[in-house]
């Protein structure tokens, strides 16, 4: 069992660090715009899921911690609060990764709504407690419809949750599932998580 310096050189070798920057521009680039559309998914860790796929957990958590990091200082200062978010999500879609889940499309999609579920539970408390339940993103209307029902900020932040984020991450995550099916085999073995991608449990 390799430690976890050695599994994070590992993580970190070859390719990772131009991959890692490419999908911080993804998560950024992305978010930005849905943002803007006023779409109700964000589709903003497209890169975090890529890298965990990839490289592993903690070069995928890396990645999205510093595209919030970046997007706050862009002009979006909500997304520091969520750097949790984002390495859940960085550390379970390795997990899942890594036990062959990203070779079926379906389990790819229950691996997304599952990650999709974990993320609205990591994130209500932050958006209702320390942002009053509104982000100025497409999904505001969901939380003033909860909050139109009778729901308290937490509840309607956490209904709005459960609704969008399963979806959002189940498209994330087929995103990502046909882009790493159409890599070059030749490329795709140049990443640690290319065993899982290629090779039966």
Request: charge should be positive.
């Amino acid at each position: 069992m390799p430690t976890f310096r050695e599994r994070l050189r590992l993580e970190m070798s070859g390719p990772a660090i131009p991959l890692m920057a490419f999908g911080v521009a993804i998560n950024l680039t992305v978010g930005q715009v849905t943002s803007a559309l006023k779409i109700p998914v964000y589709l903003d860790s497209i890169g975090t899921v890529l890298v965990a796929v990839l490289c592993g957990p903690w070069a995928a958590a890396l990645t999205g911690s510093l595209a919030n990091i970046l997007a706050s200082s862009f002009g979006s200062p909500a997304m520091m609060f969520f750097i949790p978010v984002v390495i859940a999500i960085g550390l379970w879609t390795a997990f899942i990764a890594r036990h062959g889940w990203f070779r079926s499309l379906p389990l790819v999609v229950v691996g997304g709504a599952l990650q999709g579920i974990i993320a609205a539970l990591l994130s209500a408390p932050i958006s209702a407690y320390v942002f009053g339940g509104t982000m100025l993103s497409g999904t505001d209307f969901l939380v003033i419809f909860f909050r139109s029902l009778g729901n308290d900020v937490f509840w309607s932040a956490l209904y709005q949750g459960l609704t969008s984020d399963p979806i959002d991450k189940v498209v994330t995550y087929i995103i990502v599932f046909l882009t790493v099916r159409r890599l070059p085999q030749r490329i795709l073995t140049r990443f640690p998580g290319s065993r899982s991608l290629l090779n039966p449990q």
